[in-house]
């Protein structure tokens, strides 16, 4: 077992946004893939947990983004757990290449009863969690937002699709980003750059239901919020370069 997981990555045509560079959404499934390889390797893997009617799902996320590597670009990413509680993990990453630092990111993780949609301990599961944590990560956490109170500049109505839903049956992590990102003009995009993002994953969102996606905006700090019924299930906050 590792506790530093590193892996290879190329930046595949259809990882890419308009520009012609990664997009948001696509690192965000590159940190997922090597999260997902890491756990394995550290008996942690989502396979042993659905045989006991369990699953990873993950709460919060927070990027931030020194620059985007361009199509058939190398890189690698790095990852590790910097913490845990009884009921939550934290796992940290860095995107580089041989240029330096491409992204730094830092989330956190709960284990869900698949029958009850409910977490339980992971601690009991996972007793030697202390053995492959590195604790003195510096890396600044994601922040559990509030609801904003910039005036709304974006609205659209959305229903899950078949497409949306990932392995655990529910709207899948990245979507949630792609739905937010869809609230800007592509004119507004192409002259700003996102330099950070906090995530909170607040409620699962389930195939066939429909979604509020709205968007406030305070200058260039953008609050997003996904309600379902008036309730919030989804809050991220993009501050632009």
Not at 16 to 35: E, I, M, Q, R
Not at 57 to 64: A, D, L, P, R
Not at 76 to 85: A, D, L, R
Request: with cysteine; hydrophobic share 40%; aromatic share 10%.
């Amino acid at each position: 077992m590792e506790k530093i997981f590193t892996q290879d990555y190329c930046v595949r045509h259809n990882e890419t946004d308009y520009s012609g560079k990664l997009s948001l959404p696509a690192l965000g499934d590159c940190l997922l893939d090597v999260a997902g390889h890491h756990a394995i390797d550290i008996k942690f893997g989502i396979d042993s947990l659905q045989h006991q009617g369990l699953t990873w799902v993950i709460s919060g996320m927070k990027f931030n983004i020194y620059r985007m590597p361009a199509i058939n670009s190398l890189f690698k990413i790095k990852t590790y757990v910097s913490g845990f509680s009884r009921i939550a993990t934290q796992r940290d990453f860095m995107a580089y290449d041989d240029n330096g630092k491409i992204a730094e990111a830092s989330s956190e993780w709960l284990v869900l009863n698949m029958e009850k949609r409910r977490p339980v301990f992971i601690s009991d599961l996972f007793p030697q969690l202390g053995d492959v944590c590195i604790t003195d990560s510096p890396l600044p956490k994601y922040k559990h937002l509030r609801t904003f109170d910039a005036p709304v500049s974006a609205q659209e109505i959305r229903r899950v699709a078949y497409s949306d839903i990932d392995i655990n049956r529910h709207l899948y992590s990245m979507r949630y980003l792609q739905m937010a990102l869809d609230t800007f003009d592509i004119e507004y995009i192409a002259n700003h750059t996102i330099s950070s993002v906090d995530v909170n994953f607040i409620s699962e969102v389930l195939y066939g239901q429909t979604v509020d996606v709205v968007r406030h905006s305070d200058g260039d700090v953008h609050g997003m919020e996904m309600l379902r019924d008036g309730s919030a299930v989804f809050r991220a906050e993009f501050r632009m370069g």
